[in-house]
Nanobody, 112 residues
Framework: QVRVVESGGRLVQPGESLRLSCTVS????????LKWFRQTPGNEREWVAT???????NFDDSVKGRFTSSRDWARNTAHLQMNSLKPDDTAVYYC??????WGRGTQVTVSS
């Protein structure tokens, strides 16, 4: 059974940083890419980043240069490091594997 769990979301002020985590079980994490998405009320879920199995990553233009990623293969966990956060980054952030398994999301709120 595949399980995806996001964590790390909270309220932060503009300009601050935050690290989200995505822990996956039930797949071979070492060879499984994963994706981050985010969603705001009334809008569709939008792609944020793809983290390849080797740790390399691609980011949406809206976060490129501010967000980075890493993988902890020993803990089956991928991290999304979010820097210079803006109010527009406020959303529920979701992790996805194999294009069909989703976590429940973690809320990120950027507000002064």
């Amino acid at each position: 059974q595949v399980r995806v769990v996001e964590s790390g979301g909270r309220l932060v002020q503009p300009g601050e940083s935050l690290r989200l985590s995505c822990t996956v079980s039930g797949v071979n994490f070492k060879i499984t890419p994963l994706k981050w998405f985010r969603q705001t009320p009334g809008n569709e879920r939008e792609w944020v980043a793809t983290i390849a199995a080797d740790g390399s990553a691609n980011f949406d233009d809206s976060v490129k240069g501010r967000f980075t990623s890493s993988r902890d293969w020993a803990r089956n966990t991928a991290h999304l490091q979010m820097n210079s956060l803006k109010p527009d980054d406020t959303a529920v952030y979701y992790c996805n594997v194999r294009d069909r398994f989703w976590g429940r999301g973690t809320q990120v709120t950027v507000s002064s």
